[in-house]
T-cell receptor, first 110, second 115 residues
Framework: GNSVTQMEGPVTLSEEAFLTINCTYT??????LFWYVQYPGEGLQLLLK?????DKGSNKGFEATYRKETTSFHLEKGSVQVSDSAVYFC?????????FGSGTRLQVQP | DGGITQSPKYLFRKEGQNVTLSCEQN?????MYWYRQDPGQGLRLIYY???????QKGDIAEGYSVSREKKESFPLTVTSAQKNPTAFYLC??????????????FGPGTRLTVL
């Protein structure tokens, strides 16, 4: 079946540092891939997506590239802000619904 | 504004009680979903519905029930058979386009606590 593996957190960075959160997946075919962000006590918000191999999703300075060779969809940002502190979920669209990774908590210190 | 609403935001249940969580969307989306989130974990699929009057079990459906009588509404009942219901419950919806379901949009969640 489908599965998504994310790096364990928490990830603690200083403001303006470079961010990478690793995500790899196992799936049949080439599913659409997503990154969602969750702020404390809230639902999930779509951050970015990619629907086919080599697509790059981007939003609010975050980027991720769909790599079918390595079955990866790593999230990156060049300069994080305190307001980026949240939990980030990698997900893939299966036949029925989304399959999520376990989430990575990001803490950005001023 | 279009979106997904969930109510209540916080819900407390005594052991042995059934409780119903509300989910409404005005996005005209075809599919709706219920997920459960436990601390430090990802989301797990409880039930989903792709059309009115039809729904399917997800990975952890035991102890839960749903209905889909209207396109806009997908309530979730947590029954007394669910042994560990304390969790954060998230409702989502998505639209069918170009031969597949696209990204899901999420509501704000309901936090259920069993006393």
């Amino acid at each position: 079946g489908n599965s998504v593996t994310q790096m364990e957190g928490p990830v603690t960075l200083s403001e303006e540092a470079f961010l990478t959160i690793n995500c790899t997946y196992t799936a049949t075919g080439y599913p659409s891939l997503f990154w969602y962000v969750q702020y404390p006590g809230e639902g999930l918000q779509l951050l970015l997506k990619a629907t086919k191999a080599d697509d790059k999703g981007s939003n609010k300075g975050f980027e991720a590239t769909y790599r079918k060779e390595t079955t990866s969809f790593h999230l990156e940002k060049g300069s994080v802000q305190v307001s980026d502190s949240a939990v980030y979920f990698c997900a893939l669209m299966g036949r029925r619904a989304l399959t999520f990774g376990s989430g990575t908590r990001l803490q950005v210190q001023p | 504004d279009g979106g997904i609403t969930q109510s209540p935001k916080y819900l407390f249940r005594k052991e042995g009680q059934n409780v119903t969580l509300s989910c409404e969307q005005n996005l005209n989306h075809d599919a709706m979903y219920w997920y459960r989130q436990d601390p430090g974990q990802g989301l797990r699929l409880i039930y989903y519905s792709q059309i009115v009057n039809d729904f399917q079990k997800g990975d952890i459906a035991e102890g839960y029930s749903v209905s889909r009588e209207k396109k806009e509404s997908f309530p979730l009942t947590v029954t007394s058979a669910q042994k560990n219901p304390t969790a954060f419950y998230l409702c989502a919806s998505s639209i069918w386009t170009s031969g597949s379901y696209n990204e899901q949009f999420f509501g704000p969640g309901t936090r259920l606590t069993v006393l």
